[in-house]
């Protein structure tokens, strides 16, 4: 049983945007914020960004900043990505998770162990 799902993965070349799409089962997404998080070819899981379960409160890694934009959904159950002017280095695995407690005012990205539901991953592939 999956709960949360990603999409919207691709090749794109350098300079293009791609849009993720985080679904999540509702029974599990209300009530709690939502992080991206990206796995690069041999390098340690980063933490891009994170959003609220409000959506007023949202957090970015220095690398995401300015480029990435997170946003949701409350009526599709769906947390978005918005990945602008992309880079060879943005190459990596794209998973969204589940924060671990309810009602957060606020969000980080420092540890994974504060997200337990975790999606399979979707492909982003920056190459030209």
């Known amino acids: 049983q999956l709960h949360l799902v990603e999409s919207g993965g691709g090749l794109v070349q350098p300079g293009g945007s791609l849009r993720l799409s985080c679904t999540v089962s509702?029974?599990?997404?209300?009530?709690?914020?939502i992080g991206w998080f990206r796995q690069a070819p041999g390098k340690e899981r980063e933490g891009l960004s994170c959003?609220?379960?409000?959506?007023?409160?949202?957090n970015y890694a220095p690398s995401a900043k300015g480029r990435f934009t997170i946003s949701r959904d409350a009526a599709k159950n769906t947390v978005y990505l918005q990945m602008n002017s992309l880079e060879p280095d943005d190459t990596g695995i794209y998973y969204c998770?589940?924060?671990?407690?309810?009602?957060?005012?606020?969000?980080?990205?420092?540890?994974?162990?504060?997200?337990?539901?975790w999606g399979q991953g979707t492909q982003v592939t920056v190459s030209s």
């Open positions: 998770a589940r924060r671990v407690r309810r009602y957060e005012v606020g969000c980080d990205l420092d540890a994974a162990r504060r997200y337990d539901y």
């Open positions: 509702e029974y599990i997404l209300d009530g709690y914020g």
């Open positions: 959003i609220t379960f409000s959506g007023r409160t949202t």
